[in-house]
């Protein structure tokens, strides 16, 4: 199936069916994430279309006509963040994530980081196969505060993952 989805820039029509999918894969995080950090829905709908209008750049993975996956990728100047990735659960673990992952920063040229759960093993499973690894915990701190608008409890239960470009040197100052 990962072979056969076709990734796209998103629509705007296509924010419901994104949605769901985030709905549906967000499960996997009740009961890893700390207590106090779940809520349902994970993402609220305004808050996606707050994210595409912060300058998230959504691309979507299409198998037919129904969407199985979608994933973005930020612009924040010296850095670019991959951001909310998410893979329908039926279609997990087929490869869509990786084609996904690959399509998103393939479209810049700076170093890429990407914040994840602590707890989310799976995620950080994910991303260290495709090549990324670890920053420390104080470069984590520094990071998250520098590129992200997330809480301070997201901030401590958090962290980040970065590719061999930024862990080559290519750091932001
Ligand atoms: C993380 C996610 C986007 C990966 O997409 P995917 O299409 O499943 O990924 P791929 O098929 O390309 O890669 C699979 C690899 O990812 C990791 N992985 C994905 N799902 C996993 C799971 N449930 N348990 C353990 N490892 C998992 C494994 O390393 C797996 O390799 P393996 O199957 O050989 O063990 C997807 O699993 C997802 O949506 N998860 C829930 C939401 C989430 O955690 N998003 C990440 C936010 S930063």
């Not at 296509?14 to 009740?30: E, G, H, L």
Request: charged letters at 20%; hydrophobic letters at 50%; a neutral charge.
């Amino acid at each position: 199936m990962g072979g056969l989805a076709m990734i796209r820039k998103c629509a705007a029509s296509d924010v419901a069916a994104m949605w769901t999918i985030i709905d549906a894969a967000a499960q996997a995080y009740r009961g890893a994430i700390p207590a106090d950090c779940w809520h349902e829905p994970y993402m609220p709908m305004e808050e996606l279309h707050a994210e595409i209008a912060a300058g998230v750049e959504f691309w979507v993975a299409e198998d037919g006509a129904r969407l199985v996956g979608l994933m973005g990728i930020q612009d924040k100047g010296d850095v670019a963040l991959v951001r909310h990735a998410y893979v329908a659960p039926a279609t997990q673990r087929s490869g869509v994530g990786t084609r996904l992952l690959r399509h998103v920063t393939a479209q810049v040229d700076k170093p890429i980081l990407i914040g994840t759960w602590a707890n989310a093993s799976w995620a950080i499973a994910f991303y260290l196969r495709n090549g990324y690894a670890l920053v420390t915990p104080a470069e984590k701190e520094r990071l998250l505060r520098a590129y992200w608008s997330i809480p301070a409890r997201q901030v401590e239960t958090s962290v980040v993952l970065a590719d061999a470009r930024w862990m080559a040197g290519a750091r932001g100052a």
